[in-house]
C-alpha cells in the first residue's frame, strides 16, 4: 500500500500550516503560540482529548479508534522548538522574528503529526488509542524527559512510542532505522585551569594556562584513538579556548568547553573518567590546577529491535521496500527522544528531506514534498500496530 490518497490529498493544507509554523519560530520551552496552535487543530480535527501544559508547554492529543477493545496504545512524538539562528533562505515563508529560525524541520515535524491527526480523526480505521505527544524544548533543555517526567506515558497508558526526524541527503520518500543505538549520547564538557600569570617576556616567572590547554586539547585525542575500542564510536571535541586579554600578558586562566558523544553506557563512563584525568593530570604535570566537569545532557537513543523492524515494515507498506534502510548507520548527534525509549520501547525514523541545506544551516528548509509520506507513515504505523 502507497501514500495514503486522502493524505495526498491534504498536502496543500498541511503545507499551509507547516510554513505558518516555520514564520513565527518560537524557542525552548517559549513555544506559546505554537502549542496553541496545535491544540486549537487538535480540537477542531475532534481528539478525545486535548490537553496543554504537559511537559510545561507540550501539547498531548487522544484519539480512540472505532475500535478500541485491543486495549493498545501507540504513542508518536513530534517536536515543537526552533533554533536561535538567523534564516538566509529568502523564502516568502521565511521566519519574520529576527534571532530566531525552524532550522532543524521541527515546524515540519509538528505540521506532519498534525495531518495524521487530522486523518486519523476522520477515518478511525484502528482498533485502540493514538495517543500523539508534541513536545517542547528538543534543541536543549530537554522538553522529551520534561513530559515523560510529568507523567505522560503513565497517565495514557502508552505502551509504545515512536518519533521522526527529517534529514537532509536523504531521497524524498524513503526512510531510516536501525535496532539498537542510533544517535548518541550528547555530554557537555567544561575545563578551567587556574594557573600563574604574568608578564609574556619573563615566562620562567609565570605557570602558561595557554600552554596547559594546549597540551590537554592535544592529549584529549589519545581517548578517541587509544583508550576507546576501535569496534565503538567516540567522539571528544574541545570547540571553545578562552585565555588571556593582551599579546604581552600571560593570563592567570584559560577555559575549554566542548562536548562528548557515545552510544553505549561503558563508552560514556569511560570518556567522563578519561576526560577528567587528562585535564587534571596535564596541567598538575605543569604545576597548575584543572577543574574538570563532565554533565550529562540527553542519553543515547537507543531503538528496542522489535519496535524498529516494525517502523521499517511500516515504512514499507507507505514507500516500498527499495526506500527504507532497517539498518542504518548509527549517528553522533543527540536527541531527546531518548527520554521516551528509555520510558517505553520504541523506535526513531529518520526521513528524506531531498537535497536541500543541512539541519541547522541558516539556509535550510523543510521540504514540504516529504509531507504525503511522513503523513501517511504516521497513519499507517497506528493502522497497522492496531489494526481495526
Ligand atoms: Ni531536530
Known sequence: MPVVNRIAGMKEEITAWRRDLHEYPELS??????????????????CDEVVPGIGRTGVVGVIKGKRHASGKVIGMRADMDALPMHEI??????????????????????????GAAKYLCETRNFDGTAVL???????????????????????????????????????????????????????????????????????HLAIDPVLI???????????????????????????????????????????????ARSLTPQVRDMLEKRIVEIAEGTASMFGARATATFT??????QNHARQAAFAASVAAQVSGKDMVNDNVRPVMGGEDFSYMLEARPGAFVFFGNGDTASVHHPAY???????????????????????A
Open 89 to 114: 533562505t529568502g523564502l516568502l515563508h521565511a521566519s519574520k522574528i529576527a534571532g530566531k529560525m525552524h532550522a532543524c524541520g521541527h515546524d515540519g515535524h509538528t505540521a506532519l503529526l498534525l
Open 296 to 301: 550529562r545532557g540527553y542519553p543515547v537513543t
Open 213 to 259: 590547554g594546549s597540551h590537554i586539547v592535544v592529549a584529549m585525542q589519545s581517548i578517541a584513538s587509544r583508550n576507546v575500542n576501535p569496534l565503538d564510536s567516540a567522539v571528544v571535541s574541545l570547540c571553545m579556548f578562552h585565555a588571556g586579554t593582551a599579546g604581552n600578558v600571560i593570563p592567570q586562566t584559560a577555559e575549554l568547553t566542548g562536548t
Open 133 to 203: 505527544l508534541f513536545q517542547p524544548a528538543e534543541e536543549n533543555g530537554g522538553g522529551g524527559k520534561a513530559m515523560v517526567d510529568d507523567g505522560v506515558m503513565d497517565r495514557w497508558g502508552v505502551q509504545e512510542v515512536y518519533g521522526m526526524h527529517n534529514q537532509p541527503g536523504m531521497a524524498i520518500g524513503t526512510f531510516a532505522t536501525c535496532p539498537g543505538p542510533m544517535l548518541a549520547a550528547a555530554d557537555q564538557v567544561s575545563i578551567i585551569i587556574d594557573a600563574k600569570g604574568g608578564h609574556a617576556a619573563k615566562p
Open 29 to 46: 520551552y517559549d513555544v506559546h503560540r505554537t502549542a496553541a496552535s496545535v491544540a486549537d487543530k487538535l480540537k477542531a480535527f475532534g
Open 365 to 387: 528548509d523543510f521540504n514540504d514534498d516529504a509531507i504525503p509520506s511522513g503523513v501517511s507513515f504516521w497513519a499507517r504505523l497506528v493502522e497497522t500496530a492496531m489494526p
